[in-house]
Every structure is written in C-alpha cells, then in structure tokens.
C-alpha cells in the first residue's frame, strides 16, 4: 500500500516538474507582449516605439544580452538615461533585453533608405517632393543661407559643412565640440547684416578638462564667414556653470527684428536642483544678448542682485526650436517635456515658465514629477503634447511658395518621425496636421531664402528641400 501511495507522489511530482519544464515555453509570447508594454511605457520617448530608435541609432555600450541588462539596469544619468533597476525585477528586466535584441534584428527595416517608397508626400494641405540637398551626414542640427544659394550647415559630430551648387565641404576654424550624448556642433544663425558684415554664429557644447573629467556647457561662437573657412572666432556666450552631463543643452538661437539675439539653455538634467528656478545660474533659461554678446540694460533681471544678467525668461527644460514671428516681432520657443508634457511658449520678458515646479509631464519611470500643473505667477504653455513628440527644430512659413501653410508653424518630431505642421489662431493651435510622415528623427527645418523649406534628418542625416507639387 505504502509503496503505491509513493509512486503516486513520485508521479505527481513528475508532473508537476513536467509542467515546469513546459511553463517557460507556453510564457514566453505573454512574456514578450509585456515587454513590449514596458517598453512602450517607459522606453519609447527617447528609443521610439518599435525600438528602432537609439539616440542616435548606433548601439554604443554593447549589444550582447548580458551588457543590455546591465544597461538597462545601471542607465547612462549623465546622458539622460534613467536607472530603471528599482521598477523591474531580473525576469523582467532580461525580457526587455530580449525584446530588444528582437528589435536590432528588425532594425534593418527601419533604415530610411528602405522605408522611404516615394519621394513624394501627399497631405490634405499641401504635396510635396523632396529634393535632396545633402546626405552622408550623420545628425545635421542646423543650418544657414548664404547669398547665391550657398548653404551652411552644422553636423552634430562637429563637422561644419558649406554646400555651393551641390558640392560639399568641409569649413575650417569651426569651435572644439564635445560630441557626446545630445551634445557636439549645433546651431547656425547668421547675423540679420550679414551680406555686409559676414558674421555668422555657432551654437556648441563647449567642455574643458578637470580632474581626468569632462564638463560641458552651451556656448555661442561668433565668427566671420571668410568662403572656405570662420576667422576672428569669438566665444560671446558661455552659459554657466559646466556640468558633467551630456544633454539638455537647449542650443537654439534667433535674432529678434530689433537685433537681439535669443538664445536657449536648457537644464542640463539638473532640475533635481531647480537650477532652472533660480537665477544665479543660465541653465533652464532663455537668454537675451547684443550681436556682440554684451547684456542689453533692458534686460528684466539686470538691476536684481546675484541674477545673471542675460536672462530673458526662465523654468524652460529643454528648449530645442525657437523662431521668430516677424510680423509680430514675437519670438517662440517649444521645449521638451518629460514623458509627456511637450510645450510650445512665448517666452515673455522676466517670465517663469515652471519647469520643474509645474508640468504636464511625469517621470520616465512613471512615478509623478510633480502635482502641479499650474501654479500663479507661472506661465502655462499655448500647446502642450501627451505624449511627447520630442520637438525640435521650429520655423513660421513665409513667402508664397505653400499657400495652405502660410504663417503656420512647422516643427520637427524626433520621436514620431514626421514635421508637424500647426495653424494659429492667435496664439492658440487651431489645427495641427503631420506632415512627410516616417521621414526619420525630423531635427531641423527652417525657411531659405529661397522661400523653401529645408528639413535635416538625422543618422542617416540628409538635409531635403521640400518642393510644392501641383495636385
Ligand atoms: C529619458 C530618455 C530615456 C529613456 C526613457 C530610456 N532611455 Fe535608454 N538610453 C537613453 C540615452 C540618452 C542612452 C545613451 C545613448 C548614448 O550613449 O548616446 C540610452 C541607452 C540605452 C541603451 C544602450 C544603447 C547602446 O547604444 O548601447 C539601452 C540598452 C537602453 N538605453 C535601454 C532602455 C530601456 C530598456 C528603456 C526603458 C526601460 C530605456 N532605455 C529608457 C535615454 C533613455
């Protein structure tokens, strides 16, 4: 009797190791679906929604499982990347490396080359080709018009490249950049006199050495345009402090009707310290300067004890697209949000803006970043996007040559890969429509002299011009 009774144990222990054996099997797909909800929540702001996206799509810290766990687990802090080893257990964790590794494999078939079909884009308001202006670049971040149709354009690497009639070269004397993380060679602005006086100004991550480490900051170069290369190279703007972080640089530049120049800081991902509050300090701010760098006296804060004088407004995060509307002579900014909670401003004289104290964005691990949403004496914003598009880049449409967008916004998206088109009203967005969509990390657009508008795109980089078709 006894020894039936333990055959039937040893049998239902068989089972029961059985079904062990079996149970990875049959959890592997439920395993995979919640890996890629995880994903999708948590990663997809900055990586892209199928995975494809990798800040600039070139794995750099291994793609073996065992360094993807580790990754994921340690993030990058000082690029922007959270720890995520408190939100996920090992299991999970190892699933979302699986997802991942799944996701190279696929990555292929997000190539731009690949997934771009036509070259023409249809849209309820206006069609488009696209005209290929430049490629072999890897993230072109901004760009100039010289006159005779020489382009100037900015490579985040660090290259500063003229484009005359097709041909592209390399210029000389471009500033020393830090390319790491969101940082290298950024903006290009020229000054609004410049067909006589030739000076054009450059927007980096500036950095030096200390203690075997690496410190950065946003820094404006102004410099003369000599053809072929930049002289009389001066640093009129270097925001302050360094930080060993490599983003939120903000970076954005524009000149104002009156000669002013703006220019956008962000937080550096310091706003644990609420540096963007507070105004000893240039970071989470949007700055006003002469052409020559010096401080004009008008400026709000210019006369306030232990503030720095060239700020314009502040609490920005990370401002990344700014432009001028001329008819109004209003400059305006859009910044990245966190997750969620992208804003497009007006930044006004002496204003806070109330990052971090107020958003419409929560933490990337999901936990509240903060309650409030609004709060007095704190701007809202005139658009804000749930989810993040990741904005950047930002020009008003001018001229005749797209008379659906005229005097609309154009912006790129990072995240969502396409131009997002927005009509005012006023000051409010009556209509936003998404333009050449899956084009790739849209990073740039602006209005030529031409009256055409150029985008860049990044990793592949190419820069296009968009040429109106008729329907
Ligand atoms: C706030 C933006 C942000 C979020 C959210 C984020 N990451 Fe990252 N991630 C980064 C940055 C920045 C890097 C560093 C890229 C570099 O070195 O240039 C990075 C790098 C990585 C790498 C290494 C890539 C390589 O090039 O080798 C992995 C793997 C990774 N992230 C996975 C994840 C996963 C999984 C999640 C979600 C749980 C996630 N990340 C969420 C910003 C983010």
Known sequence: MNRYLLFFIFFLVYLACKNKEITPVMDETARMAAAETNFKKFCSTCHGDNGDVFVDRRWKHGTTRDSIIMNINSGFPELGMPLWDSLFNDQETADLADYLLKAIEKRKQFDFKDSLISNTFTHNSETVKL????????????????????????????????????????????????????????DIELHPDFDANKLLYLSYSKFKDSAGEKWSTTAILKAKWMGDKLAEQKDIFVAMPYKKTKHHYGCRMEFDTTGFMFVTVGDRGQHADSLPQKLDN??????????????????????????????????????????????????????????????????????????????????YDGTILTPLTQKEGMEQPLVRWVPSIGPSGMTFVTGDKYPAWKGDILMGSLRFRFLNRVHLNGRAADEQENLLKNIGRLRFVEMGRDGFVYVGVEDPGYIFRLVPVAK
Do not use: C
């Not at 300067?289 to 004009?296: N, T």
């Open 282 to 363: 240039d970071l989470g701010k949007v700055h006003r300067i002469k052409d020559d760098g010096s401080i004009p006296d008008d400026n709000p804060f210019f006369n306030t004890p232990g503030a720095r004088k060239s700020i314009w407004s502040y609490g920005h995060r990370n401002p990344q697209g700014m432009a001028l509307q001329r008819e109004t002579n209003t400059i305006w900014t859009h910044e990245h949000g966190p997750r969620g909670g992208d804003e497009l401003n007006i930044p006004e004289k002496g204003k806070n803006y109330g990052w971090p104290v107020i958003s419409y964005g929560i933490n």
């Open 131 to 186: 005209d290929t202006i430049a490629k072999g670049l890897d993230n072109p971040w901004g760009m100039a018009f010289l006159p005779d149709g020489v382009f100037v354009y900015a490579d985040r690497n660090g290259n500063l490249y003229r484009n005359v009639k097709g041909v592209q070269s390399l210029v000389k004397g471009a500033p020393a950049v830090l390319a790491e993380g969101q940082g290298g060679l950024l």
